[in-house]
């Protein structure tokens, strides 16, 4: 397969997972609020997605392709770490200097209150799915169409419990149906712009593989904890969240193992 051709295919991967977004987001018409048991629980299975996907979709591949390009494990490794905290600290950056708000903990970043709510909403939900998305696009990496699939499905599925908590909590601060779906779902369009950006990155530069993969991984890895962890342990559902990233993190091992 041409370079143009994966470029294309994580490109429409993405979107398709994006779309998962949508897919949550109707449920707006038949829920009018979410009890925080549940969306702690939905979220944290979403986080579960991320973690496991971030590991056998994107770092040991990371790793395998590191080996084929610099001759080594330890120097594969050491490519593929920098990528991991370069992707951690560039969210991080993102988060301090970008303001947006969180389900639980409210607003964030500078000058947080000229910015419109919902453009809080959006700008939040934007850094989580453009790292998403940059992911799939990089799973296909070296032709690797199968783990692809498998990242754009794990991707796909977990973005249905993030898009149905956008809406509802949009709904529940006073926002129509129409605007709370139309908001949820148009926060996945995020992905296929990562998507593109990362497939083009991987396709364009074959020893960059390595360092990207490791990016993708690091910001997702950094979404994991410095936002779904501890929003969905503030409200005393600690066990629920911790045996629903469990079974998130199940899932996606299995989709990675039968269709990677």
């Known amino acids: 397969m041409t370079n143009a051709e994966l470029i294309w295919l994580g490109f429409i991967a993405s979107l398709l997972a994006g779309l998962g977004t949508a897919v949550g987001a109707l449920g707006v018409v038949a829920v009018r609020r979410l009890s925080p048991k549940l969306e702690d629980a939905l979220l944290s299975a979403a986080?579960?997605?991320?973690?496991?996907?971030?590991?056998?979709?994107?770092l040991l591949p990371a790793i395998g392709y590191g080996e084929q390009?610099?001759?080594?494990?330890?120097?594969?490794?050491?490519v593929v770490t920098a990528g991991l905290l370069a992707g951690a600290i560039a969210l991080h950056l993102v988060h301090r200097?970008?303001?947006?708000?969180h389900f639980v903990i409210g607003r964030e970043g500078p000058d947080v209150d000229t910015v419109s709510r919902i453009w809080l909403f959006i700008i939040a939900i934007t850094l989580h799915n453009f790292p998403e998305g940059m992911a799939v696009g990089v799973g296909f990496a070296g032709n690797d169409i199968d783990n692809g699939i498998s990242l754009a499905t794990g991707i796909g599925l977990q973005n249905i419990p993030e898009g149905l908590a956008v809406a509802v909590s949009l709904l529940a601060v006073g926002y129509s149906r129409l605007a709370?779906?139309?908001?949820?779902?148009?926060?996945?369009?995020?992905?296929?712009?990562?998507?593109?950006?990362?497939a083009a990155a991987v396709s364009l530069a074959g020893p960059m593989m390595p360092f990207?993969?490791?990016f993708a991984a690091g910001a997702m890895l950094f979404i994991i904890s410095d936002e779904i962890i501890p929003e969905t342990h503030r409200r005393g559902y600690e066990t629920i969240a911790t045996f629903s990233l469990l079974g998130g993190f199940a899932v996606m091992m299995f989709l990675d193992a039968t269709l990677g």
């Open 47 to 58: 986080a579960g997605i991320m973690l496991a996907a971030s590991f056998f979709s994107l």
């Open 97 to 101: 200097f970008v303001p947006h708000e």
């Open 212 to 214: 990207t993969l490791g």
């Open 180 to 198: 709370a779906f139309s908001v949820g779902a148009l926060t996945g369009l995020a992905e296929p712009i990562g998507g593109l950006f990362g």
């Open 69 to 78: 390009y610099f001759g080594g494990t330890q120097r594969a490794v050491l």
